[in-house]
């Protein structure tokens, strides 16, 4: 542990570089780590395990943003949603989640309920069932506001989909504007959301899961949540030892997110998405995912790069006035509790 230092910091939390350290040294020791094609040593958003001819994903999320509630949906919304996001990123239909909240002492009730609204309203247009969950109050003080965990379960029935599985000569797609829920969060804390017109993009996944099927051709997929698409972008490329080519003018950002990004100094490409998906798909069935998607309702669906050999693990990104960068995978989250 001496590498990590004595005590846990903000950034080790923050789905960068310095979470994956902390995490891989915490379960060293585990003897036991798969159950089927995806485990603890893949890092994917799901694991997947083999029940007879079945294949299950499970996923596990806790979600602590500060504001609770906020322009495009609360804490609850996006516990299930992020759930959801998770489960078809590995090609699995959702089923069941289950759900446990803890409030601070204090916490008004009609809140709360608000919450359990948002959780259950998505739950019922899905057919997910809510299987069970734990409830628990804490003292004041001793936590700030509420925390939502929340356990998901599906069925894959594309795949399953890995981070590991992007292919040379793929086409890289992304669903819609990148940015949104983490230039909103971005925007609360520095007190500007009445200066700006950004909501989040926070919303459930689902129908990608038809999508994929009816269309085909999909090998890898990531929701761009915490580290943006910068973080997604970077796992796929080191995961799959593959070089990564994307455009800057073909990448869907919002003029209000790319504004509050210059005001601010963050990179937009590193701000969360909660509420679209990064997807790596062969060169032949690319046209025709977005003509797909954009029929599903992702109207600004784009192909925004592709997959190269060389060199291997990187994320190459050309500007638009013609240069080109390494595209850095983030050490950490510009702003905390985005999610």
């Known amino acids: 542990m001496s590498e990590l230092g004595d005590v846990i910091t903000l950034v080790m939390g923050a789905g960068g570089v310095e979470t994956q350290k902390l995490v891989t040294s915490l379960i060293s020791d585990v003897v036991k780590r798969r159950l089927g094609p995806l485990g603890l040593d893949d890092f994917d958003d799901s694991a997947v395990v083999e029940f007879g001819e ?3 994903a499970i996923t596990v999320d806790s979600y602590t943003i500060k504001p609770v509630f906020f322009p495009g949906g609360d804490i609850g919304k996006l516990a299930i949603s992020g759930t959801i996001n998770d489960l078809v990123a590995v090609g699995a239909r959702p089923v069941a989640v289950l759900d446990s ?3 601070e002492e204090g916490f008004p009730l009609g809140d709360l309920a608000r919450i359990a609204k948002s959780i259950q309203d998505i739950a019922n247009r899905y057919n997910i069932a809510l299987l069970g969950g734990d409830f628990k109050v804490m003292p004041k003080g001793s936590l700030d506001g509420v925390v939502v965990t929340m356990v998901g379960l599906g069925v894959c029935e594309v795949g399953p989909l890995s981070d590991s599985n992007v292919k040379v000569g793929d086409k890289i797609v992304i669903t819609g504007p990148v940015g949104d829920h983490g230039a909103m969060v971005l925007a609360h804390q520095l007190n500007m959301l009445s200066e700006v017109s950004i909501s989040s993009d926070c919303r459930p996944l689902y129908e990608l899961i038809d999508v994929m099927k009816r269309v085909g051709g999909v090998h890898a997929c990531k929701d761009p949540t ?7 972008l970077n796992e796929f490329a080191r995961k799959s030892n593959v070089c990564i080519v994307i ?3 073909y990448i869907p950002v919002r003029e209000s997110v ?5 005001l601010t100094g963050v990179d937009y490409l590193e701000l969360a998405c909660e509420g679209q998906m990064v997807m790596s798909v062969d060169a032949e069935f690319a046209d025709e995912l977005i003509e797909e998607l954009k029929r599903y309702g992702f109207s600004e669906a784009s192909v925004i790069g592709e997959v190269r050999e060389e060199p291997r693990g990187t994320v190459l990104l050309r500007t638009s006035i013609g240069s080109a960068r390494i595209l850095q995978p983030p050490i950490g989250a510009p702003i905390p509790r985005i999610c």
């Open 226 to 232: 915490r580290g943006g698409l910068a973080m997604a």
């Open 54 to 56: 079945f294949k299950v």
């Open 101 to 103: 909240i803890v409030v």
């Open 247 to 249: 455009y800057e003018e």
């Open 258 to 262: 790319r504004s509050l990004a210059e």
